[in-house]
Nanobody, 123 residues
Framework: EVQLVESGGGLVQAGASLRLSCAAS????????IGWFRQAPGKEREGVAC???????YYRDSLKGRVTISRDNAKNTVYLQMNSLKSEDTAVYYC?????????????????WGQGTQVTVSS
């Protein structure tokens, strides 16, 4: 059974940092790109960052410099480090896995999805 389990979300103050984790199982993790997406209330799900199976990274332009995606293939886990958090970063954050991607920012590129973790940033 394919599973993607996000963790690390929570309630933080503006300016704080969080590191989200995505633990994967049930598929050949090393052969998949992993992406992070977020969805705020009333808004569409949007791509945050992606890391390919080779370690190439892509970021949403507006978040470059504040987020870093990384992967640990030995642990089947991908991380999203988020710094200088703002109230507009409040959303449910999802990780997803794709066997092939273009740039990794489109939801339709992904095969499997996690259930999400809530990030709330208070101003």
């Amino acid at each position: 059974e394919v599973q993607l389990v996000e963790s690390g979300g929570g309630l933080v103050q503006a300016g704080a940092s969080l590191r989200l984790s995505c633990a994967a199982s049930g598929f050949a993790f090393d052969d998949y790109a992993i992406g992070w997406f977020r969805q705020a209330p009333g808004k569409e799900r949007e791509g945050v960052a992606c890391i390919t199976k080779h370690g190439t990274t892509y970021y949403r332009d507006s978040l470059k410099g504040r987020v870093t995606i990384s992967r640990d293939n030995a642990k089947n886990t991908v991380y999203l480090q988020m710094n200088s958090l703002k109230s507009e970063d409040t959303a449910v954050y999802y990780c997803a896995a794709a066997s092939s991607i273009l740039y990794g920012m489109g939801t339709d590129e992904y095969d499997y999805w996690g259930q999400g973790t809530q990030v709330t940033v208070s101003s």
